[in-house]
């Protein structure tokens, strides 16, 4: 695997790949990988000649600074899991090297797909994920990027970035790695006391629950009832949103059959661990 750390040795080197008639693909990740981040590297690699992974820890899409200061950092161990995966080129700049500041002028808006789930919760956090994709795009170029499904939200708003900024790109979703237990991998998993870890798969299970009560007709409203009380019993877990929405849009639902795909979302903290996960419904 070749290994850049600046950004003009990597476009030369795409160039050539790019002349040579090669497909490229792009998977963009912050690190500490599971095998949730190697199914995009596998799915890139099935489907282009040369596939370029992405490792930057996004400083401005953290709106927590504990979060950031936190997050796990495993660069030996992420190298020795993409070269077993076959992927061809590892991008991991230095913060100096991407630029990236709250105070640029340049901030992007997506209305009303910000105003749900993680927006509300996360003020800032899709401006600063839409900064760093739109500048990893625009230096790698590739035919496809790949995004995990577990982060649907951000999915869509990328969709909104590149096909409002025309960006030449197709994007890709893949469907959530799981634990054998069900919950969604995540690099902070890695953050859980044994006892958060055994009871995490609450999430998904709720999520299973919902999806179940929802196709045999219950409500909207008393599944919602539901899953806020399945997490008031439980002491080390705290219930930040649970929504059905259109999975198109992100608006709220009323009533599933209201959309095509609609989606159960939800985000709970372990103790100070954030955790997400989502669904199709139908
Ligand atoms: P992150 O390193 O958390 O920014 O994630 C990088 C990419 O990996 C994003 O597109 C995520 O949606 C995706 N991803 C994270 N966890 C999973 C998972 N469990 N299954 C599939 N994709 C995932």
């Excluded at 590149?162 to 960006?167: I, S």
Aim: glycine share 6%; net charge neutral; with cysteine.
């Amino acid at each position: 695997m070749q290994i850049f750390k600046e950004i003009e040795p990597l476009r030369a080197f795409l160039v050539e790949k790019r002349r040579a008639g090669l497909s490229i693909g792009f998977v963009p990740t912050m690190g500490a990988l599971h095998a949730g981040h190697l199914s995009l590297i596998v799915a890139s690699r099935a489907q282009n000649q040369i596939t370029v992974c992405s490792i930057f820890i996004n400083p401005i899409q953290f709106n927590n600074p504990n979060d950031l200061v936190s997050y796990p950092r495993t660069l030996d161990k992420d190298l020795t899991l993409l070269n077993s995966t076959g992927c061809d080129v590892l991008f991991c700049p230095d913060e100096a090297q991407m630029e990236m500041s709250v105070h640029s002028l340049l901030n992007f808006s997506f209305g009303t797909l910000e105003t749900v789930m993680e927006g509300k919760f996360r003020p800032g956090h899709f401006n600063g994920v839409a900064k760093v994709v739109a500048k990893l795009l625009h230096i790698v170029e590739p035919d496809t990027a790949y995004f995990g499904q577990k982060d649907w939200q951000q999915f869509v708003i990328i969709r909104a970035l590149v096909e409002g900024l025309r960006f030449n790109v197709k994007l890709q979703s893949v469907e959530t790695v799981r634990e054998q237990d069900g919950l969604a991998m995540s690099s902070r998993n890695l953050r859980l006391s044994e006892g958060q870890r055994k009871q995490a798969t609450l999430l998904y299970s709720s999520l299973c629950q919902a999806r179940q009560k929802l196709k045999a007709g219950d409500s909207i409203l008393s599944v919602k009832e539901f899953v806020n009380e399945t997490f008031r019993s439980k002491a080390d877990f705290s219930l930040e949103y649970f929504e059905v929405v259109d999975s198109e849009n992100l608006m709220p639902l009323n009533n599933v059959h209201e959309a095509e795909r609609p989606m159960a979302c939800i985000a709970a903290f372990a103790g100070n661990v954030r955790l997400i996960d989502n669904m199709f419904l139908l």
